[in-house]
Nanobody
Framework: QVQLVESGGGLVQAGGSLRLSCVAS????????MGWFRQAAGKGRAFVAH????????DYAGSVKGRFTISRDNAKNTIYLQMNSLKPEDTAVYYC????????????WGHGAQVTVSS
């Protein structure tokens, strides 16, 4: 059974940093794309970043490019989202997700981690 477990959320002042972690288990993820999404209160879920587990290629939403970095640790089956220069508008629940590279939709989701950025 696939499990994605996020950690590392919290409260931080604007301009600060946080690092989210997502531990993946239950299968081999070498042919998966791992993503981070976020959902602010009253809004829909939005793409933040993704990384391909096999080659490490990445992509980012325009709103976080240059401030956030997604990475992976193969040995720990963990992906990270390093968030720098945080803004109040980054406040949201952040979700880790996984999809097979042959699929068009993310199949697996974590329960989410709250990130709150105060002004």
């Amino acid at each position: 059974q696939v499990q994605l477990v996020e950690s590392g959320g919290g409260l931080v002042q604007a301009g600060g940093s946080l690092r989210l972690s997502c531990v993946a288990s239950g299968r081999t993820f070498s042919r998966y794309r791992m993503g981070w999404f976020r959902q602010a209160a009253g809004k829909g879920r939005a793409f933040v970043a993704h990384i391909n587990w096999n080659d490490g290629s990445t992509d980012y939403a325009g709103s976080v490019k240059g401030r956030f970095t997604i990475s992976r640790d193969n040995a720990k089956n963990t992906i990270y989202l390093q968030m720098n220069s945080l803004k109040p508008e980054d406040t949201a629940v952040y979700y880790c997700a996984a999809r097979n590279m042959l699929s068009t939709e993310y199949n697996y989701w974590g329960h989410g981690a709250q990130v709150t950025v105060s002004s």
